[in-house]
């Protein structure tokens, strides 16, 4: 087309196959795409996110800084992660202890009553599990609650 846009311009060429000024302007405008554009940083984030799979997106940034000169916005990183789905990491900080865990762990050993006994009779000391049982392929469920003897681990009920 470029040839034929010399010789005979821009105008006769467009008309003779059938395309709108606007049109060839915005194919010759078109944008990169972002894969394309950071191409050159792929086998860097690769090598990073296999080195260190515990990092996130701003550490890897860190790296990226420190390592190898290259400033890369947080949200480019987290596009570009995406994108090619390298092994990074979505969260890594703890959660929250509960206030249940907290309590457990101020009583400490007076909250297992069954460690404190030093003989234990037969039916004195009973547990209990509550499991789910799925069956024909998730469609129907059951639940199981037996209660368990401490001394002979026999099933009661």
Known sequence: MKAHQEE?????????????KSS??????KKVTLADKYAYLRPVLEEIAL???EYG????GH???REHGQVINHKVLQRLNQL???PLMRNTRKPKVSKIRKAIAIA???VNLVVQKVEIQPFE???????EIRYCSGLYKAYLMPILEHGTRGVLG
């Open 108 to 110: 400490g050993d007076r």
């Open 51 to 53: 080195t260190h799979p």
């Open 125 to 131: 000391v009973l547990y209990t599990d509550f499991t």
């Open 84 to 86: 090619w789905g390298l």
């Open 57 to 60: 997106y701003r550490r890897v």
């Open 24 to 29: 060839w302007y915005y194919h010759q405008n």
């Open 8 to 20: 005979y311009g821009l105008n006769r060429s467009l008309e003779l196959i059938g395309l709108s």
């Open 63 to 65: 790296e990226l800084k």
